[in-house]
């Protein structure tokens, strides 16, 4: 019953997008007053995107230089080793700690990871702080 109330809407050609009909066109369409997100580029140079923009955060080698983390590391009883570069180029300074009395036994590593070689080892003077004495 159905196909006969259609006539012949088999025989009519399928909806074909033109220049006219596409998203882009239609979007196109729109005058620049009827936007309704303003646009970034209206910005004047130098203006942050946020209305509260985020304070840069320190640099970690405001704590001291690498010759005072190894100093502090001394102190603490750690052994580690030179600091070398990571894939992506940041340094990584491995150190070990004596888990066992007189620093013998088993031993716990950390790795700091930083912009520079005394970044990366007060980094890892901060994680060994940071755990609780066994």
Known sequence: ???????????KEPFRPNAGTTPAALAAKNGDGQASVPSIDDRPTGTPTSRNPVPFKPSADATGTIEQAQDEL?????????????????????????MGPNGEGPFRRYEG??????????????QIKSEPRR
């Open 74 to 98: 001394r102190r603490i009883g750690v052994k580690w080793n030179a600091p070398r570069r990571g894939s992506n180029g940041e340094s990584i300074f491995e150190c070990d700690v004596p």
């Open 1 to 11: 019953m159905q196909a006969s109330r259609d006539g012949n809407r088999y025989d």
């Open 113 to 126: 990871f930083g912009a520079s070689d005394a970044a990366a080892a007060w980094d890892a003077v901060k």
